[in-house]
């Protein structure tokens, strides 16, 4: 299975762009990029999905390199409510849904 | 909606002890799945299931037992609690699909003294 490697720990000022890395190089065509975050003392939630394309919703950007092996997350504005571990995870036909792999993630500190 | 549903919230148990989380989804998902999550890791897969009467095993299933007689829930049993066991444990929902979101529910905070 391919594995995403981010790094352990980041830091933002509040109000400032957050641009969370996540390395998958053994990716293959298949695998989708997911991203999840889990604030203090809850369960993980959905932040945002892409295959090939960049994507936008309403609280992030997922930025994909054109080899796919890398994606960026985007926070635009970061807020003291955005401090969280983030997951990058990639789910394909074996690995899928409920059987998704949570590494350690990014933890996102923001600083007033 | 409630969405994924677990209790309790909290637990005290002594070693050798039995005990079940309760999981429930009012989404119509017919993938479930349990994780638990120990102080600073990420989550690891104890049991799946992708719909009633069908479950399966994840990265760390010893020790837990799983059933699915409907689709709304997803019980988790420890038959013989040991201090190991000591975590947070999630429930998750989704339809399966590749781009399916995952739900997750609060978490079960068990301690096994």
């Known amino acids: 299975d391919a594995k995403t490697t981010q790094p352990n720990s980041m830091e933002s000022n509040e109000e400032e762009p957050v641009h969370l890395p996540c390395n998958h190089s053994?990716?293959?065509?298949?695998?989708?990029i997911h991203w999840y975050r889990q604030l203090p003392s809850q369960g993980p939630e959905y932040v945002i999905h892409?295959?090939?394309s960049n994507v936008n919703n309403r609280m992030a950007s997922l930025a994909i390199a054109e080899d796919r092996k890398s994606s960026t997350l985007i926070l635009h504005r970061a807020t003291l409510r955005d401090a969280a571990v983030y997951y990058c995870?990639?789910?394909?036909?074996?690995?899928?849904?409920?059987?998704?792999?949570f590494g350690g993630g990014t933890r996102v500190l923001v600083k007033p | 909606n409630a969405g994924v549903t677990q209790t309790p919230k909290f637990q005290v148990l002594k070693t050798g002890q039995s005990m079940t989380l309760q999981c429930a989804q009012d989404?119509?998902?017919?993938?479930m799945s349990w994780y638990r999550q120990d102080p600073g890791m990420g989550l690891r897969l104890i049991h799946y299931?992708?719909?009633?009467?069908?479950?399966d095993q994840g990265e760390v299933p010893n020790g837990y037992n799983v059933s699915r007689s409907t689709t709304e829930d997803f019980p988790l049993r420890l038959e013989l609690a040991a201090p190991s066991q000591t975590s947070v444990y999630f429930c998750?929902?989704?339809?399966?699909?590749?781009?399916?979101?995952?739900?997750f529910g609060e978490g079960s905070r068990l301690t096994v003294l």
């Open positions: 998750a929902s989704t339809d399966g699909t590749l781009t399916g979101e995952l739900f």
């Open positions: 995870i990639l789910s394909n036909e074996a690995a899928a849904g409920n059987k998704l792999t």
């Open positions: 892409g295959l090939t």
């Open positions: 299931s992708v719909g009633a009467g069908i479950t």
């Open positions: 989404m119509n998902h017919e993938y």
């Open positions: 053994t990716i293959s065509g298949t695998d989708y």
